[in-house]
């Protein structure tokens, strides 16, 4: 693993970033139903956080020498709250998996640079499964 090469899958990584903070804003205004109110309010909380988590990797990118993507990933349109959540549990399962093996990638990278990518997407990995287990608990009940 060199540092291009994951600065490459980093930018991959904050293409889904940028897809979900877009998938989460557009749900919130086409939801529909009895309780899509409270899905709003969900779904916009969950926009600000991918905001959040779209600036970490663009600032982390451009901290290791590269050029982060402004590009995002396509995703489905739905206005049934259990397809969205559905939908989003998905997603965030995706960078899950994505992130366990970034971690594994970033130990091979090895020295500062590694150990410090290691803990990044440590914490990437920690909101996304919180996040995901979220999901879940509302897919359930829908």
Request: proline fraction near 2%; hydrophobic fraction near 40%; include cysteine.
């Given at each position: 693993?060199?540092?291009?090469?994951?600065?490459?899958?980093?930018?991959?990584?904050?293409?889904?970033?940028?897809?979900?903070?877009?998938?989460?804003?557009?749900?919130?205004?086409?939801?529909?139903?009895?309780?899509?109110?409270?899905?709003?309010?969900?779904?916009?909380?969950?926009?600000?956080?991918?905001?959040?988590?779209?600036?970490?990797?663009?600032?982390?990118?451009?901290?290791?020498?590269?050029?982060?993507?402004?590009?995002?990933?396509?995703?489905?349109?739905?206005?049934?709250?259990q397809d969205i959540m559905k939908h989003a549990v998905h997603i965030e399962?995706?960078?899950?998996?994505?992130?366990?093996?970034?971690?594994?990638?970033?130990?091979?990278?090895?020295?500062?640079?590694?150990?410090?990518?290691?803990?990044?997407?440590?914490?990437?990995?920690?909101?996304?499964?919180?996040?995901?287990?979220?999901?879940?608990?509302?897919?359930?009940?829908?």
């Open positions: 693993m060199t540092l291009d090469e994951m600065i490459g899958l980093m930018n991959q990584d904050l293409m889904n970033e940028w897809m979900h903070m877009k998938f989460y804003l557009y749900h919130a205004s086409a939801v529909v139903g009895l309780h899509c109110h409270e899905y709003k309010e969900i779904l916009i909380n969950e926009a600000k956080s991918e905001m959040n988590h779209v600036t970490e990797f663009s600032d982390a990118i451009v901290g290791l020498g590269g050029v982060a993507t402004s590009q995002s990933n396509e995703f489905p349109k739905f206005i049934q709250p399962n995706e960078v899950v998996e994505n992130y366990a093996n970034r971690i594994e990638q970033a130990k091979e990278l090895g020295g500062s640079t590694g150990a410090w990518l290691e803990i990044f997407y440590e914490n990437q990995l920690e909101h996304s499964r919180i996040d995901l287990d979220h999901f879940k608990q509302i897919v359930k009940g829908t």
